[in-house]
């Protein structure tokens, strides 16, 4: 083999790592084949990528042209009457607080009311972003394009002296434009609203673009109709820094109108209001909706307390009933538009007793104002309370057997009369209807849970919603349709359809009383980080269940893809995640998700309280993403595999064959008894594949308990998976390698307590058994082992005690998962680019004609041993690392076809040469060195001169780099050559420490 390479071709392969070690996939090889770690400290800018749409809509729907104010009641207060210390209105009770439950309620709500198509003016915080970056028209990170004028107006968001806003004049295609270009301080995800005036001369469809890390999305609002305050624009995928922007443009349809740029809030931000006591030192979502406004009001001019308050002196919690409705009838220009364009909903729970023990009133309750005192009714109150009440009531009655508790019916008993102030008709003004909806009783034990689920805040906001299509159904004369946007799709699955290409599959909702009306289509959106996602591909067609992109970019590696429903009423809920890398070839890994519990034992705990208080946000507790990570720590290893992502339902269904795949990874997350961690088809379909020499990884924090402690699967466990479950809690979030085990040398690494995805609690501690060892330890806590391997030869298992997903640090996934794959013999970079069982010259011949090929259609054939579509020097050390050797396992997504000539491993050095020489010449020395290598090595090898092989070696020189995107090189001592420069002192220094005898 080639050996003791002069200092030119030893500073030439340091180079390497500046010229290669880095892409766009922060991941290649290095001389000689180490891996490069991924670099954790530069995320990836997922901007649209090939094959995905760049600029997408909000959702079109029945309730679009509606106007929804929205609010969940109470909050943490400020007893500013008094010391101006802080507290919940309501106790802390069967772990929840009502204040923070209904905050919860209403960003469920709001996601289906966006989805609907409506315009969403929230009047406390949605979702959960404690971050927040507020940019006014006249900041530095505010920049504009086209003709704008400054407005005189003496109402606007901004400091006294500040140009108050500006407007430009519409146009039908876009001539002007605002952009707002925050910093983001972190990752994540950010409901973003804009604070704009309205006015007589507004457009009706004012556009708005947020441009967020999986493209843009475009959403329009009539501030003919609404302003003043803040406009929902929805929630999306933010990389932190300035990549992203919300741009205001004149694009519209209606000429010699206006559009307004004033400010624009990304998040929600930290309470920093002072009512004699300090801030209260929680996030904006958990405060009185009071604050929201006071904070606005006094950055903005023009706009009086009054708007949301009688009096800056009274107590805040009083204040605060009224302060809703009041606020809501100041953004709505009430003389634009109808009564039927608009509504107000609000959110509460109940309480009869206060006392567990005492109280047995349940289920849900639309209030109306009976018109006593000075309490009014809105113009069709009753009908809005009923209308809800009854939705709710009934669509949740229709799901008894599905929740943790079946819900209580109340008939036709869904709505309660008396005196409510936030819903009083005097602070509307008749500008619109109002109801709260009593959503259930928050000290009744079974209602507590099941406002606790998630599952039900998600079926109580559906409901509510249907409720207000036939509310509006009613109230404008049926020009809102009966329609009710679909349920979400199950049983995705995608998977590489060649280079390029991707088919993901999923099965049509069903169609009931309460999850919606059938589809007409189908919106795939595609993602290249897997939380931004792109503007969708509409797919027609109720019944259609597959659709196969094309076109993609297979440097991208992992493409993820999510699956919505829509028709008339508008766009369902997303399905799960789902990743694909689009390259060609034989399947290598089959990423299985079977993480699909959602309810209450996983939510996570509200911020700094004892007891223990639950606050239902999903992303905190089964987001349904957790591909991304597994996908893309694979990604970060071996981009060039064909990597597919199928639900376990697909699986269960028969949609998807284990078989097909050279490795299995099953992440089950904290899936436990009650969902089945694995049932006993995907028990008898992994035994089945193990068998036949299959490589499985699992992970989960609940496996063991589920299948080995509750004897759900015990012999599974035992003799499958190879595990003896230990006990139920490890006690600990740190884990280290045992010595000796696949994963010695990694360091330490954490798995998450929640501050991250979400709280891995309770960690299986298990041991190894049929001849399995440990692989991972815990560190502190009670102990134990983590994760344990097994090697049989062609079956191999690694089995975690906890989620891999959850892994802190993205360097630990990513070092975890390449240990797995070297295990498994799946992902390691091959030279035998002719697929003929043995690395030789004709693979270098194959490396020489490809040399300096860099485009999605390089293939292993062209010489790409690392599957990144390049050929270049990295693939050259590959061969050289490996000539003479029977390849690593062949990562089958790299297509070969043979070469002219294709030696099988015995071949003999004559044959060899012959071959050589007439397909390629000279080369054959270099299969012949093969073949002596590769010899017994007690039997000396021949004496062979070049002579006796027919070929010459004058004028021998590395072929002529191709000019297709191939950089120049820069050597270690800083200077730039050609290719063509070096290739043929480089060629005559590799002749020269050919061994003596060649």
């Known amino acids: 083999m080639v050996r003791n390479l002069s200092p030119l071709w030893q500073r030439f392969k340091k180079s390497l790592p500046l010229v290669y070690a880095c892409s766009s996939k922060g991941l290649h090889l290095l001389a ?39 609010h969940g009641g109470h909050g943490y207060e400020a007893a500013n009457t008094g010391s101006g210390s802080w507290g919940f209105q309501r106790p802390n009770l069967l772990g929840m607080i009502e204040d923070l439950g209904n905050q919860d309620q209403m960003s469920f709500f709001v996601d289906y009311l966006f989805r609907a198509g409506a315009t969403v003016v929230p009047l406390r915080p949605v979702g959960h972003q404690p971050n927040e970056v507020v940019l006014d028209n006249d900041d530095v990170e505010v920049t504009f394009s086209g003709v704008w004028s400054n407005s005189g107006s003496s109402i606007y968001f901004g400091d006294p002296g500040d140009i108050p806003y500006r407007f430009a004049s519409t146009s039908t295609t876009e001539t002007a434009t605002a952009e707002y270009r925050p910093n983001i301080p972190e990752a994540g995800f950010y409901p973003v609203y804009s604070w704009t005036r309205y006015g007589s001369d507004r457009a009706a469809d004012q556009l708005y673009r947020v441009n967020h890390s999986g493209g843009s999305t475009e959403v329009t609002v009539n501030h003919r109709r609404v302003g003043n305050g803040l406009v929902y624009l929805g929630t999306y995928y933010f990389e932190a820094g300035t990549s992203g922007s919300v741009e205001i443009s004149n694009r519209s349809s209606e000429l010699g109108r206006v559009v307004i740029a004033d400010m624009i809030r990304f998040g929600n931000g930290i309470g920093d209001i002072d009512r004699g006591g300090g801030v209260s030192g929680r996030d904006r979502e958990d405060e009185l909706s009071v604050y929201w406004f006071q904070w606005h009001v006094e950055r903005a ?41 608009r509504v107000f909903v609000s959110f509460h729970s109940n309480a009869t007793t206060g006392n567990p023990a005492t109280a047995t009133a349940r289920g849900v309750v639309g209030l109306y104002n009976t018109g006593s005192g000075s309490n009014q009714p809105t113009p069709n109150q009753f009908s809005l309370a009923q209308k809800l009440g009854q939705e709710v009531n009934d669509d949740l009655v229709d799901q008894n057997g599905f929740f943790e508790h079946n819900w209580d019916d109340n008939g036709s008993s869904t709505t309660y009369g008396s005196s409510f102030g936030e819903i009083d008709n005097n602070r509307t003004n008749g500008e619109f209807d109002a109801t709260i909806i009593e959503t259930g009783y928050h000290d009744n034990t079974q209602d507590a849970e099941m406002l606790r689920d998630p599952r039900v805040r998600d079926a109580i906001a559906r409901a509510t919603y249907q409720g207000l299509v036939k509310y509006f159904n009613s ?10 946007l679909p349920g979400k799709p199950t049983s995705v699955y995608a998977e590489s359809a060649g280079a390029g290409s991707v088919k993901v599959s999923w099965t049509p909702p069903a169609v009931n009383s309460y999850n919606g009306d059938g589809a007409t289509g189908y919106m795939i959106y595609g993602s290249t980080n897997g939380y931004g996602f792109d503007g969708g591909t509409y797919v027609a067609g109720g019944a259609t269940s597959s659709f196969t992109f094309t076109g993609l970019d297979i440097s991208e590696d992992a493409y993820y893809f999510k699956v919505a429903a829509v028709n008339e009423g508008g766009e369902s809920p997303s399905s799960e995640v789902v990743a694909a890398f689009p390259n060609a070839g034989d399947k290598d890994i089959l990423i299985v998700n079977g993480f699909d519990r959602n309810d209450r034992p996983l939510n996570p705990a509200a911020q700094g309280l004892s007891p223990q208080v639950d606050r239902v946000r999903p992303r905190q507790s089964n ?6 990570q597994v996908a893309s720590s694979i990604e970060a290893n071996a981009p060039h595999l064909v990597v597919d992502t199928t639900s376990n339902e697909a699986l269960i269904a028969g949609d998807v064959d284990l078989s097909d795949y050279k490795a299995v990874v099953w992440i089950l997350g904290e899936e436990s008894s009650l969902d089945d961690t694995f049932n006993a088809t995907e028990q008898t379909l992994v035994t089945n594949y193990l068998a036949g020499g299959g490589k499985l990884m699992v992970s989960g924090a609940e496996i063991g308990w589920d299948l080995d402690n509750l004897n759900n699967g015990r012999s599974f466990y035992n003799n499958q998976l190879k595990a003896d479950y230990v006990s139920d809690d490890a006690g600990t979030y740190n884990v280290q390698a045992a010595g000796g085990s696949i994963f010695a040398g990694l360091p330490s690494f954490s798995f998450d307590d929640g501050s991250l995805f979400y709280d891995a609690q309770y960690p299986d501690r298990i041991n190894p058994l049929g001849g399995a060892t440990t692989a991972l330890t815990y560190v502190g806590g009670s102990g134990g082992n983590a994760a344990i391997q097994y090697d ?32 498994f013999g799946i992902g390691e970079p091959t030279a035998d680019f002719n697929s003929s069982g043995l690395v030789d010259g004709f ?12 485009s999605t259609a390089v293939i292993l054939a062209d010489g790409d041993a690392d599957g990144d579509n390049l050929v270049d020097v990295n693939d050259f050390a590959t061969w050289e690392s490996q000539l003479g050797q029977v390849p690593p396992p062949l990562a089958g997504s790299l297509s070969s076809s043979s070469a002219d000539a294709t030696p099988q491993a015995d071949t003999t050095v004559d044959e060899l040469n012959s071959a050589a020489q007439r397909a390629f010449g000279f080369h054959g020395l270099l299969a012949a060195e093969s073949e002596l290598e590769s010899s017994d090595a007690d039997s000396p090898a021949p004496a062979v001169e070049a002579e006796q092989l027919g070929v010459t070696t004058a004028g021998l020189a590395l072929p002529a780099a191709k000019t297709q995107e191939q950089p120049d090189l820069p050597l270690s001592g800083g200077g730039m050559v050609e290719h063509e420069s070096v290739q043929q002192e480089l060629a005559d220094e590799v002749l020269s420490d050919w061994p003596e005898g060649f």
């Open 32 to 70: 000689g084949g180490k891996k490069l770690g991924y670099e954790p400290l530069e995320p990836r800018i997922a901007l649209t990528a090939t094959g995905l749409v760049e600029v997408g809509t909000q959702p079109v729907g029945e309730l679009s042209g509606k106007i929804v104010y929205t």
């Open 301 to 341: 001019q023009g706009v009086s307390t009054s708007t949301y308050r009688t009096s800056p002196t009274s107590d805040d919690g009083t204040a605060n009933v009224g302060a809703p409705p009041r606020y809501a009838e100041y953004m709505n220009r009430e003389t634009d538009g109808l009564l039927s364009d």
């Open 792 to 823: 049989g030869g062609a079956t191999k298992v690694v089995n975690f005690g906890f989620p891999f997903e959850t892994i802190t640090s993205e360097s630990a996934r990513i070092a975890v998962m390449d240990r797995v794959l070297e295990f």
């Open 623 to 628: 987001s349904f993403d957790y591909a991304v």
């Open 475 to 484: 109230v404008d004369s049926g020009a809102t349709s009966l329609v009710m």
């Open 843 to 854: 693979d270098f011949l194959a490396w020489q004609r490809g040399f300096g090929m860099s």
